[in-house]
Nanobody, 116 residues
């Protein structure tokens, strides 16, 4: 049974930082593209960042320069370092593992709330 478990969410003030972690019980973790998505209330789930096996990275324009995605294949873990947080970053953040045209898995999500 594949499991992606997010952690590290919480309440933070604007301008603050959080680091999210996603631990994956996933065979061949290193070949998966890993991603972070988020969903705010009443809105569609959107891509925040992803990282390939390369590892090359891609970020939503709204988080470029503030967020950094990384992975530790030895730990089967992907991270999202979030700096300079804004109120509009408030959302449930989901971890995703994907193999193109083959596999697509999701975690349960972790709440990030940015508020003063």
């Amino acid at each position: 049974q594949v499991q992606l478990v997010e952690s590290g969410g919480g309440l933070v003030q604007p301008g603050g930082s959080l680091r999210l972690s996603c631990a994956a019980s996933l065979s061949f973790f290193s070949i998966y593209t890993m991603g972070w998505y988020r969903q705010a209330p009443g809105k569609q789930r959107e891509l925040v960042a992803h990282i390939t096996s390369g590892p090359s990275t891609n970020y939503a324009d709204s988080v470029k320069g503030r967020f950094t995605i990384s992975r530790d294949n030895a730990k089967n873990t992907v991270y999202l370092q979030m700096n300079s947080l804004k109120q509009e970053d408030t959302a449930v953040y989901y971890c995703n593992a994907r193999l193109p045209s083959t596999d697509n898995y999701w975690g349960q999500g972790t709440q990030v709330t940015v508020s003063s």
